[in-house]
C-alpha cells in the first residue's frame, strides 16, 4: 500500500487514493479538512530529494502557476516544501486528457479543435502576459471537463520570460512531437515556442495523427527543424482552407514567420469563425518556393497547350478518294434519263426557297441588327440597397436584376441586398443580368438560462451560439465563478452577435475578522488557526530564541486585530538559542506601487525566504538569515530580479552588489 494514502498532509490534506503517475512525481486525491473541498496533491517521489534539477523543477511548477489565475489553467491552493516531503496542493480535475480524447474520437470536427485551440491560446496569453512561457505545451498536458471546458497542466520546465540564468532544462527538453525548432536545437525560446506546440496539436486534432512521426525521439527532432509538415488537408480534406493556413502558419519553422503572440492568432481564429470560407494567403506570404511552384506550374500548362496545337498544324490532311469511271449499262442509261427531267423541277423549288428565305433574313437583319456594337457598362454596386428601391430604378435600366435566393444575414435589415453577381466595378454588356442575393434580416436567438451555471460552460454555451460576451464580479451568496445574471435575460429574442453582459459570484463580501492569537503555538496550529479564521500565512521568519523550535514568538497583525478575510499574518519562529550569526536586510519597497506584492529571497538556486507585503504600507522589507561564512542572496520582487546582497555571517554585515530597483515592472 502506498505511504501516503490514509494520512494527512501538513495536518489538512487527507489523501484518499493515488491518481497519477509520472516521472518525478505521484499526484493523489485529497480532501481538505478544513471546508472538506477535494483537492489534488502533486508529491514529488523521494528519489528525488537529492537531486536538485528534479527539486528545482518541482519548485518551478509551484511558482509559475501560484502567479497564474485563469479559468483555463489548473489552480494552486497550497505548497508545501520541507525536508520530509515537497507537495503542490491543487485544483481537482475530474476529466480525461485532451490527447486520450482524440485518440478515442480518431480525429475531431474543426469546430470542435477551434473550440479547444481558442481556450488554450487564451491561457497561454495569460501566461505570456505574466512573463511565464509553458515549453511544453501537448495534449497529455490538457486537462478536458465534461462540459466541455479545458486545464492547462504541468507547467515544470516552464520558464520566466525575464529570467536571464540559463539551465539544463533551457536545452532540448519537452515532448519532442510538439517542440518548436528552436526547442529542438536548444536555442533561447520565447512565447512563440509555445505557439508552434499549439500548431502542432491543432494539426493532430484536425487529422487525427501527428505530423511528424519517426523511429527515434532524435529522428523526430530533426524533422520539427529541417522538414515541412504535409498539409493537413492532404491528410484529412475536409478541413477549410483558412484553417489550413492558421495552423501552418502557427507551424512555420521560422519564428519571425510564426504567430508573434497568442492574441494574434486568436484574433484569426475569430475571424475564421465570423468567415469560414476566408482566406489568409499565408501559404504566398510566407513561403516563396509554394509562389514559385505556382508560377511554374501555368508555364507548363501555356507549354502544353502551345505544342499541342503545332502538332495540330502538321498533320496532313486526307484527299477525297476518286473512284475509276465505268461505261454505264442500258438499264442505267434509262434511269439517268428519268433523274434529268426531275432537275428542272427541284431547282425550281430550290430557286423559290432561297428567294424566301432571303427575304426573311433581310427583314431579320433590319430590325435586329446583330452587327450592331452593345455598349460596355460598368456594374453598380448594389448591396446595402433595398431590393424593392433598385428593381425598377431608371439608373439601372441597362441592367436586368434578379433574385438569386434569400438568405438570414446579421450585417443588413430585411429587404437589402447583401450579395451581387457579376460584383461591382465590373465591365459588361448593356442589358447583362446582375443576380442579388436579399436579406431576410437578422437570425435571431433565444436567449439561454444560464444563471448559476459555472463561468466555463456558460462561456461555451455563448461560444457555441456566437455570442460575444464581457463579464465583471460581484459580491453574491452564490459559489465563486458561477453566473448571477446576465443581460439581455433569459428567453430574449436576440440577434447573433448581440453582446451579453455576464456577472460572476466572487462568493460573499469580505468580512472584517479578529486576527487570532498564534504567539506560543506550532508553526502548524498557527497556520490551521490563522486559515480557519478566513486569513492567509504570510512570509515566516525563523529567528534566535530559547523557545522550543517552530514556535511562534512574534505574529503581524498582533492579537486582536481587525483585517478582511483573505488578509495575511506574518510570523517569526524559533529557530532555537544554538541558531548561527543572523543578519538582517533592509531592502527599500517603491512608495508608488498599491496592494500585495510577492518578495523573495533566493539563494543558491532555491527561495529561501517568501513573503507577501504592501509597499505603501512597509515601505522596507526586512528578511533575516542565518548561516555562516559569505553567501550571495537575490532578492525578487514579483519575480523580477529586484536587487543582490552580499552577507558575510562571519562579520554580520551586508553590502548590496546589483540594484535594479528602479526598473521594477
Known sequence: MDNYIGKKIDGRYEVTELIGVGGMANVYKAVDAVDGKTVAVKILREEFYSNDEFLRRFKNESKAIAVLSHPNIIKVYDVSFSNRMQSIVMEYIDGITLKEYIEQQGKLTWKEAVHFTDQILAALQHAHDKGIVHRDIKPQNVMLLTDGSIRITDFGIARFARSETRTITDRAIGSVHYISPEQARGEHTDQRTDLYSVGVMLYEMLTGQLPFEADSPVSVALKQIQTQAPPPSSVNPGIPEALEEITLRAMEKDPERRYQSAAEMLRDLEAFKN????????????????????????????????????????????????????????????????????????????????????????????????????????????????????????????????????????????????????????????????????????????????????????????????????????????????????????????????????????????????????????????????????????????????????????????????????????????????????????????????????????????????????????????????????VTIHVLYNDFLYQTFELNFDTGSSKMTEDNSANHP
Open 275 to 630: 468567415n469560414p470560407s476566408a482566406k489568409f494567403e499565408y501559404k504566398y506570404l510566407t513561403s516563396e518556393p509554394a509562389q514559385e511552384e505556382r508560377y511554374q506550374k501555368a508555364f507548363r500548362s501555356v507549354r502544353k497547350r502551345e505544342d499541342q496545337m503545332k502538332s495540330q498544324k502538321k498533320t496532313p490532311q486526307k484527299k477525297p478518294v476518286r473512284t475509276p469511271s465505268r461505261r454505264p449499262e442500258p438499264d442505267e442509261e434509262e434511269e439517268r434519263s428519268r433523274s434529268a427531267s426531275v432537275i428542272p423541277i427541284l431547282a425550281g423549288i430550290t430557286a423559290a426557297f432561297v428567294v424566301i428565305s432571303g427575304v426573311f433574313i433581310a427583314t431579320m437583319l433590319y430590325l435586329n441588327n446583330p452587327f450592331e456594337k452593345v455598349p460596355d457598362v460598368t456594374v453598380p454596386d448594389l448591396v446595402g440597397l433595398r431590393y424593392d428601391s433598385i428593381k425598377d430604378a431608371p439608373q439601372y435600366e441597362e441592367f436586368v436584376i434578379e433574385v438569386e435566393g434569400t438568405e438570414s444575414n446579421d450585417l443588413y435589415d430585411k429587404g437589402i441586398v447583401f450579395d451581387q453577381s457579376p460584383k461591382a466595378g465590373k465591365t459588361v454588356k448593356a442589358n447583362s443580368k446582375i443576380k442579388v442575393m436579399i436579406s431576410e434580416g437578422a437570425a435571431m436567438i433565444t436567449m439561454p438560462n444560464l444563471i448559476g451555471m459555472e463561468e466555463n460552460a456558460a462561456v461555451a454555451k455563448l461560444t457555441e451560439l456566437d455570442l460575444p460576451y464581457t463579464r465583471s464580479e460581484v459580491f453574491s451568496t452564490q459559489a465563486p465563478g458561477t453566473v448571477v445574471s446576465t443581460e439581455p435575460g433569459r428567453d430574449s429574442q436576440i440577434t447573433a452577435g448581440t453582446n451579453v453582459k455576464l456577472q460572476i459570484s466572487m462568493g460573499p463580501e469580505n468580512k472584517v475578522v479578529e486576527v487570532p492569537d498564534v504567539v506560543g503555538r506550532s508553526l502548524a496550529d498557527a497556520k490551521l488557526l490563522i486559515e480557519a479564521r478566513g486569513l492567509q500565512l504570510g512570509g515566516v521568519s525563523y529567528v534566535v530564541s530559547n523557545e522550543p523550535y517552530d514556535t511562534v514568538t512574534f505574529q503581524d497583525p498582533a492579537f486582536g486585530s481587525q483585517i478582511s478575510t483573505g488578509g495575511f499574518v506574518n510570523l517569526n519562529v524559533s529557530g532555537g538559542s544554538n541558531q548561527k550569526t543572523v543578519v538582517q536586510l533592509a531592502v527599500k519597497l517603491p512608495a508608488d506601487v498599491e496592494g500585495l506584492v510577492k518578495m523573495q529571497a533566493v539563494a543558491n538556486g532555491n527561495v529561501i525566504k517568501e513573503e507577501m507585503v504592501e509597499p505603501k504600507e512597509a515601505l522596507y522589507w526586512r528578511p533575516a538569515f542565518e548561516g555562516t561564512g559569505t
